[in-house]
């Protein structure tokens, strides 16, 4: 038999950090064993519900080369993937239990379901809906919530990462199976649709471990086969002390992906944020990831978030793509992360630009500051030369005196090109006497103004001759 898995999110928001690595190991587990991943989307909290999205939900694992074998926009043999559109399916199943006296009816108000509640606060004791069963429930009508009728007991499982577990009947309860609007629980749902669409390996964040029992319950009054277990521990604020959330700095999938973040760098560093293969290995393909992955290397604790990481993993990926695959592949990438003036340059001259500055972007937005200088004249900022550690020991008439000696010199340079432009460069340290931090940066900052540029050749030779000169008068002239 196949291993089966899934990926069943709500569509309640952005698709967060927690929410992709969820999908990552079902899927790496799927394709390693020559099975299938399911999409399913649990959409029966309608008012958490966000139109647009289950669209994000998608686009998000699409991206990431995540794409599902059964589910929306691909169909399958066990339609709807949608629980909106399942009611029916988890009404047959309540009706099992209800026939079989496991389930019944209950009509209590909330409002009194609130006084048992605060009656256990009282007497310090923990508030079990089974102990406030009606005794008599009514037939069970459309608009009636319907409840499991547990039956308290020890129970006993392996969970893959986890380990042996082991509770008492303390904490089984009558949980609700159908809302009163129809819709069922998350309790009851996912093992409806679990049975049906034949899943093998239930892999889900490690905080619904504590409601296994009743999950076990359910599956034994079903007459259902339990799957397996694997609980994924959470992944942690930065600090470590809690689990990772919104206010801790962690963004959407989709805001690292609209600042430059790489699908392969996102990827590969959630796959490894709680799992490692043993070796110290730390950039994988989406390939490498389905050969290594193993459930037994799953940790058993939580693992640290660390944005740093993931910008160093992907600074590595740019440079991977740029080496492995040439400058064009990578500039592909790249559409929307050029500042605005450089729409009007053409694209092979965007290319020469990035083929020099790839190797210091953490992300591809990083395009925008650091190439600006490619594609308009900086403003002449005659504080930030002077006040460079290599040049405000020098004079202002030391520093004309050498810029003059500079656009003299470069101005000779009958073919603009890389290496005599190096050996114009060369020669004018033996005829000034100069450092090359001195030297190097002076021509540096007035031709760009920035923090950084890359090799001075390199810069010179992509901003050609016409352009380099015209920089450096302008800055002579402004001594």
């Not at 399913?40 to 599902?68: F, N, P």
């Not at 169909?75 to 399916?89: A, L, T, V």
Request: with cysteine; proline share 5%.
């Amino acid at each position: 038999m196949k291993n089966v898995t899934r990926f069943a999110p709500s569509p309640t928001g952005y698709i967060h950090i927690g929410n992709v690595r969820s999908a990552i190991y079902p899927y790496l587990f799927a394709r390693q064993t020559g099975g299938k991943i399911i999409l399913r989307i649990e959409d029966t909290d309608r008012e958490r519900y966000v139109e647009g999205a289950t669209e994000l939900i998608e686009d998000t694992l699409q991206w990431l080369g995540l794409m599902w074998d059964e589910g929306p926009l691909v169909g399958g043999p066990h339609e709807p993937y949608f629980q909106s559109e399942r009611k029916d399916h988890y009404l047959a199943w309540a009706k099992k239990l209800l026939a079989s006296g496991r389930a019944y009816a209950d009509p209590t108000p909330s409002e009194k379901i609130a006084e048992y509640r605060e009656q256990c606060n009282r007497e310090k004791i923990p508030f079990l809906y089974r102990n406030f069963r009606p005794d008599n429930p009514p037939e069970w009508e459309p608009g009636m919530p319907i409840r499991f009728k547990t039956e308290p007991k020890d129970y006993s499982w392996t969970d893959v990462v986890m380990g042996e577990m082991h509770t008492g009947p303390e904490v089984l309860d009558d949980i609700i199976l159908i809302k009163a609007d129809g819709y069922p629980t998350y309790n009851f749902g996912h093992i409806v649709d679990d049975a049906e669409m034949g899943v093998t390996h239930v892999m889900r964040g490690v905080e619904y471990l504590s409601s296994t029992p009743n999950y076990l319950a359910l599956y034994e009054a079903l007459g259902l086969e339990r799957p397996v277990f694997v609980s994924l521990p959470h992944i942690l604020a930065p600090q470590g002390n809690k689990k990772l959330g919104k206010r801790d700095g962690a963004k959407s999938v989709t805001e690292y992906r609209d600042d430059g973040v790489l699908p392969e760098a996102m990827l590969n560093y959630l796959a490894c944020l709680g799992w490692n293969d043993g070796t110290e290995q730390e950039i994988y393909t989406k390939d490498e990831l389905i050969e290594r992955f193993s459930l037994d290397r799953i940790q058993n604790s939580g693992a640290r978030y660390d944005e740093t990481k993931l910008l160093w993993m992907n600074g590595q990926w740019i440079r991977r793509i740029f080496d492995e695959q040439g400058a064009r592949a990578l500039y592909d990438r790249t559409a929307n992360f050029w500042p605005e003036d450089a729409a009007s340059w053409s694209e092979d001259y965007r290319v020469k630009v990035l083929s020099i500055i790839y190797d210091r972007l953490k992300t591809l937005s990083d395009i925008r500051e650091i190439s600006a200088y490619f594609f308009s004249d900086p403003e002449v900022d005659m504080e930030m030369l002077k006040a460079n550690k290599f040049l405000k020991k020098l004079s202002e008439a030391e520093l004309e005196d050498l810029m003059k000696k500079c656009i003299a010199k470069l101005s000779d340079v009958k073919e603009w090109t890389a290496d005599n432009l190096q050996n114009a460069l060369n020669e004018l340290l033996v005829e000034t006497e100069k450092k090359p931090a001195e030297l190097f940066s002076l021509i540096r900052i007035a031709v760009s103004f920035a923090a950084f540029s890359p090799a001075l050749n390199l810069t010179l030779e992509v901003l050609g001759r016409e352009t380099t000169l015209a920089r450096l008068n302008k800055v002579a002239r402004s001594i």
